[in-house]
C-alpha cells in the first residue's frame, strides 16, 4: 500500500536566525526532507527610532534569495513563510517586505506575539508524548520570548515577552564585557517583564518544563559538556555556567566554554540572562530541551487547514457566537458574494476568496453592540481581537472591509494598506457594499445581477430586465453607492 505523502515548507524569520524547513507528512508524521539557517540577526539591524539599517536588510535579502531558491517549487497552499518580533516592531516594513517577498517569489505573514506563541506550541506538542500532563513550553527567540502552558496539543495560556537573546546582548552587554552587575541588570530587567504573568502562570500549574529555543539547546549543551551539570538545566548546571561566564568577563572570552558554537557565542549571555530571570521567577527546577520549534508548528498548521482543522474557522466561529451574529444574513451576504463572483470577470486568489466568507460570517459583528455604525465597531474589535490563526495582515485586510462595508467610505481605513493591498481589497470591498446593499431587506431573493465587470477605475452592473423597477429601495440604494465609491476613484454604472 502506498503512503500517503504530501509536501510542505516552513519558513521563520526570527530576530536571531532565518530557518526553512522542507518536509514531507506521511500518515501525520513529520519527516524533514531539507533545512537551511542563516544567522542574520535582524535585530541587531534596528536604530533606535525603530528603522531596519539598510545593511542589515540587504544582508536578509541575501539569504532570502538562497531559501527563494529551494522552496520556488512549492505551491503556496503547502508553504507559509513567517515574520516575528523584528517585523513587528520594524517601522520601515514598507523598506523591507516588498524587496524580501520578490526575493522568496512568496508572501511573508507578520504574526503577533500570541500567534508565534500557538504555532510554536503546536510544533513542541508533536514532538513530545501526549501522556504528560499540562507542561509550560519556553522558547527564547532573538527579540521575544514564548511562554505557552498547555495540554496535549492545546495551548491554554500564551504570551510574548519582548525579551530576546538578541536584543538582551546589545542593551546591556553591548560593549562585550560580562560583570556582575550589568548580568544582574539584565537579569532584573527580565524578572521585571515576568511579574505580570507569574501568579496566572503559577496558578495553572505544570508536570514539565519544555526548552524549545537555540538559546535553551545551547545552555543546555554547554552545561553538560561541562561537566556543570548532567541533567542540563537545572538551579546547580546554571549557577555554575553563570560563575563561569562573569569568571571568563567578555563575550569573546565565552569560546572557552566546551559545546558553545561560533555562531551562538555572540548573543549567548543576553540568553543565559532571560533563562536565569525564568528560573528565579517561576521556581523552575529543570528545563528539558526538546527539537520542536516555530517552523515545525507552521507545517502542522498549515496541515491542518488543508484536512479541514482550520483554527482561523473555529476563532471565527467563536467570535460569532461571543458577539451574537445573525447566521442567516451571513449567510445570504456570501451566497450573494458568491453570485457575483460567478457572473463577474474577476479571477480572485484563494486568500481573497477566504476574505470574501470571513467578512460575510463577520460582518455584523457590531450589531448587537450598536446599531449606529455597528460596521466601526465590527473593524475594532477585528483590529485589536486576539485571533488564532490570523497573520496581522490578514486581521488587518479584514477590518478594513468590514469598516467600509456601507455608506461613506471613511479613508483613514483605507490608509492603514499598502497599495499593493488595496488594490487586492478594491474589488472585495465592491462585492462586500453590493452584497450588503441587496440583503437589506433580511430575506432570502434570488440575486438578479446578469453580469459585472471590473476594469482599472470602472465597475459596470447589469441586471435582469424589470428587477431594479420592481425593487425601488435596493435600486435607490445602488444610486447612492456611485457617490460613496468616487472616495476611492471608482466610475460606477448601473445598466
Request: proline share 2%; glycine share 6%.
Amino acid at each position: 500500500m502506498e503512503e500517503n505523502k504530501e509536501l510542505y515548507a516552513a519558513v521563520d524569520l526570527g530576530s536571531n536566525s532565518f530557518h526553512m524547513i522542507v518536509a514531507e507528512i506521511t500518515d501525520n508524521q513529520l519527516h524533514v526532507i531539507d533545512r537551511h539557517k542563516d544567522m542574520v540577526r535582524l535585530a541587531n539591524g534596528l536604530d533606535k527610532k525603530g528603522n531596519l539599517s539598510a545593511r542589515k536588510i540587504d544582508e536578509a535579502i541575501a539569504s532570502l534569495e538562497k531559501i527563494g531558491q529551494r522552496i520556488q517549487h512549492i505551491p503556496k497552499s503547502h508553504l507559509r513563510i513567517i515574520g516575528t518580533n523584528t517585523l513587528r516592531k520594524a517601522k520601515n516594513t514598507s523598506d523591507f517586505i516588498p524587496r524580501a517577498e520578490e526575493a522568496l517569489g512568496k508572501p511573508i505573514d507578520i504574526v503577533s506575539g500570541r500567534e508565534e506563541a500557538r504555532i510554536l506550541y503546536l510544533g513542541v506538542a508533536h514532538c513530545l508524548p501526549s501522556d504528560r500532563g499540562q507542561r509550560l513550553v519556553i522558547d527564547i527567540g532573538g527579540g521575544s520570548t514564548e511562554l505557552i502552558i498547555g495540554e496535549e496539543f492545546e495551548p491554554l495560556l500564551r504570551e510574548s515577552l519582548h525579551m530576546g537573546c538578541v536584543s538582551y546582548t546589545k542593551k546591556f552587554f553591548s560593549d562585550g564585557v560580562i560583570s556582575k552587575e550589568n548580568f544582574n541588570k539584565a537579569v532584573l530587567h527580565a524578572r521585571r517583564q515576568l511579574m505580570p504573568i507569574v501568579s496566572r502562570y503559577s496558578k495553572t500549574g505544570w508536570q514539565d518544563v519544555i526548552g524549545a529555543s537555540g538559546s535553551m539547546r545551547a545552555t543546555t549543551e554547554v552545561i553538560v559538556k561541562n561537566d556543570f551539570s548532567v541533567y542540563g538545566i537545572d538551579e546547580s548546571g546554571l549557577n555554575k555556567l553563570i560563575v563561569q561566564c562573569l569568571k571568563l568577563g567578555l563575550i569573546e572570552n565565552l569560546n572557552q566554554l566546551e559545546g558553545l558554537s561560533s555562531r551562538r557565542q555572540p548573543v549567548f549571555i543576553g540568553g543565559l540572562a532571560i533563562i536565569k530571570a525564568l528560573c528565579d521567577s517561576l521556581l523552575l527546577d529543570q528545563i528539558e530541551s526538546c527539537t520542536g520549534a516555530l517552523r515545525e508548528g507552521i507545517v502542522y498548521d498549515l496541515s491542518g487547514r488543508l484536512h479541514h482543522n482550520d483554527i482561523r474557522q473555529r476563532t471565527l466561529d467563536k467570535l460569532s457566537n461571543q458577539f451574537e451574529t445573525n447566521p442567516l444574513q451571513s449567510l445570504r451576504v456570501k451566497m450573494s458574494m458568491d453570485e457575483m463572483v460567478n457572473v463577474s470577470n474577476l479571477t480572485l486568489s484563494n486568500s481573497q476568496i477566504d476574505l470574501l466568507k470571513w467578512s460575510a460570517q463577520l460582518h455584523e459583528l457590531g450589531l448587537n453592540i450598536s446599531h449606529s455604525h455597528f460596521e466601526k465597531h465590527a473593524a475594532y474589535i477585528l483590529s485589536n481581537a486576539d485571533m488564532p490563526g490570523f497573520s496581522n495582515q490578514e486581521q488587518l485586510k479584514l477590518a478594513v472591509l468590514i469598516a467600509v462595508q456601507r455608506r461613506k467610505i471613511h479613508k483613514d481605513w483605507i490608509k492603514k494598506l499598502s497599495d499593493y493591498q488595496f488594490q487586492k481589497l478594491l474589488p472585495l470591498i465592491v462585492l462586500l457594499r453590493l452584497a450588503v446593499i441587496i440583503n437589506r431587506p433580511r430575506i432570502n431573493c434570488l440575486n438578479e445581477i446578469e453580469k459585472i465587470e471590473f476594469s482599472d477605475n470602472s465597475i459596470s452592473l447589469k441586471f435582469n430586465s424589470g428587477w431594479l423597477e420592481n425593487h425601488p429601495l435596493t435600486y435607490a440604494d445602488l444610486k447612492s453607492e456611485a457617490k460613496y465609491l468616487t472616495t476611492i476613484d471608482i466610475n460606477y454604472i448601473i445598466q
